[in-house]
């Protein structure tokens, strides 16, 4: 039953992006479904790189630069999000998931997800002390593991 629903949702991502493509007048190719179908159920902020390497091993042919003009169409449409960390290539993910910021791990290039209220908050609050309201934000904090006294480095 639960995995029953997740398809359900990945096929509705699926079908958005692939609606935002057609609108920006892109034909879509087995080889771009593939691709759409491949980040709709990406939950991990893959490079385009890691995205044609999951794209071909569902239909083979996707080149590199198909897939980073795919791309580039799809964040114009608002659909994905590109995101540009520092120290690595761009990552992209859809664009649908609830705000949340990001956490790169500078040892392993992970990049876990978080959300706080009382960040939001504070950001908001921030802002309208200066006379503005937020359109718009992106936090990213760099971080690596704590390690305990004695752990090997
Ligand atoms: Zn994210």
Redesign the pocket.
């Known amino acids: 039953m639960r995995e029953k629903k997740a398809m359900t949702q990945i096929d509705r991502r699926t079908e958005k992006l692939t609606t935002a493509l057609r609108r920006a007048g892109v034909r879509i190719t087995r080889q771009r479904a593939a691709l759409l179908s491949v980040l709709a159920e990406a939950e991990d902020?893959p490079e385009a790189i890691e995205l044609q390497r999951r794209a071909e091993a569902v239909v083979p042919g996707i080149s590199l630069s198909t897939v980073y003009r795919t791309l580039t169409e799809l964040e114009h449409q608002g659909v994905i999000l590109r995101h540009q960390f520092e120290g690595t290539p761009a990552r992209f993910?859809h664009s649908e998931?609830r705000h949340?910021d990001?956490m790169i791990d500078v040892e392993t290039g992970e990049?876990i997800?978080f959300a706080n209220d009382r960040i939001e908050a504070l950001q908001a609050e921030i802002a309208e002390a200066m006379g503005y309201e937020i359109v718009h934000h992106r936090l990213e904090l760099y971080v690596r593991r704590k390690r305990a006294p004695g752990d090997p480095d």
Request: proline share 0%; glycine share 0%.
């Open positions: 902020h993910e998931a949340h990001h990049v997800e």
